[in-house]
């Protein structure tokens, strides 16, 4: 079992940053690979980035690439991502999530292990 809390979500006016994080607890994250999902109502789950816990290898959905970052502390096995340049259409929930097998990164459904999000909003 693998429990994750998120934290950093709020409100920040357009252009502006947040540091959203991720602590996980139960089991080491050696073998596993941690996403960032976000989440309006009534649509999909949206995958935002991922990074493999054992070398850092990351990915990013197209819509943040050059605006967000994720990174790790394996010491205090958090997840992170910066958010710059934040527009209102990244208004949303934000999730972070675990999988073990590192295939289909970009799909919610490979992920076993969800953390209940945190609320970001931009204001425009």
């Known amino acids: 079992q693998v429990q994750l809390v998120e934290s950093g979500g709020g409100l920040v006016q357009a252009g502006g940053s947040l540091r959203l994080s991720c602590a996980a607890s139960?089991?080491?994250?050696?073998?596993?690979?941690m996403g960032w999902f976000r989440q309006a109502p009534g649509k999909e789950r949206e995958f935002v980035g991922a990074i493999t816990w054992i070398n850092g290898r990351t990915y990013y959905a197209d819509s943040v690439k050059g605006r967000f970052t994720i990174s790790k502390d394996k010491a205090k096995d958090t997840l992170y991502l910066q958010m710059n340049s934040l527009q209102s259409e990244d208004t949303t929930v934000y999730y972070c999530a675990a999988q073990m097998n590192g295939r289909n990164v970009y799909r919610p459904d490979a992920y076993f292990y969800w953390g209940q999000g945190t609320q970001v909003t931009v204001s425009s």
């Open positions: 139960g089991r080491t994250l050696s073998s596993y690979t």
